[in-house]
């Protein structure tokens, strides 16, 4: 089963502020999914990126698949309030989702 | 509309109980799932089915059993509860397994 580690673990700023966060795997990802999941609420699909140094944007979030496909990166501009959440990247395989170690966001307003 | 349902939201119940978690997903998809978030947050897979049949038991004990009475339900029983069954359940679905998920609220078990 492919570990993936995500960091950082907790993360806490205030408003306005950039953040990258990380999702990381000794194994290379055939593609890689990035969900939010809110307080409550199940996860929500965000991306899919399959292609080696792949860059997605969403509004003021980007995402970055690794040259070697092992590892990606979410980066959000100017956070707000609205983007706390839990984010969980994952990958498929075995025909399963497995799902990586998460990364809790607090914006402080 | 909801796309995916659980029943219900909340359960609290004691040691040694049954129980069982609902859920419905009114997307037509083929293939729904069980997953269980622990205490840290961590998200895995326990079963899948695709058209009412199991494809995916991630060694899960067998105290747990999915029934999938058509193929826009799959429901969850458990037996026997233990204090380590404490965790969010979230059912999910998607046309094609495993591509875009489509996740419910989630069922907050609290075993005491």
């Known amino acids: 089963t492919q570990l993936l580690e995500q960091s950082p673990q907790f993360l806490s700023i205030q408003e306005g502020e950039n953040l990258t966060v990380y999702c990381n795997s000794s194994?290379?990802?055939?593609?890689l999914q990035w969900y939010r999941q809110e307080p409550g609420e199940g996860p929500v699909l965000l991306v899919t990126?399959?292609?080696?140094?792949e860059v997605k944007k969403l509004k003021r979030l980007t995402f970055q698949f690794g040259d070697a496909r092992k590892d990606s990166s979410l980066h959000i501009t100017a956070a707000q309030p609205g983007d706390t959440g839990l984010y969980l990247c994952?990958?498929?395989?075995?025909?399963?989702?497995?799902f990586g170690t998460g990364t809790r966001l607090t914006i402080i307003p | 509309d909801t796309a995916v349902s659980q029943t219900p939201k909340y359960l609290v119940t004691q040691m040694g109980n049954d129980k069982s978690i609902k859920c419905e997903q009114n997307?037509?998809?083929?293939?729904m799932y069980w997953y269980k978030q622990d205490s840290k947050k961590f998200l895995k897979i326990m079963f899948s089915?695709?058209?009412?049949?199991?494809?995916i038991n991630e060694t899960v004990p067998n105290r747990f059993s999915p029934k999938s009475p058509d193929k826009a339900h799959l429901n969850l029983h458990i037996n026997s509860l233990e204090l380590g069954d404490s965790a969010v359940y979230f059912c999910?679905?998607?046309?094609?397994?495993?591509?875009?998920?489509?996740f419910g609220p989630g069922t907050r078990l609290t075993v005491t």
């Open positions: 997307l037509g998809h083929d293939t």
């Open positions: 194994s290379v990802f055939s593609s």
């Open positions: 994952a990958t498929f395989g075995n025909e399963k989702l497995t």
């Open positions: 089915y695709n058209n009412k049949e199991l494809i």
């Open positions: 999910a679905s998607s046309q094609v397994a495993a591509t875009k998920q489509y």
């Open positions: 990126v399959v292609t080696g140094g």
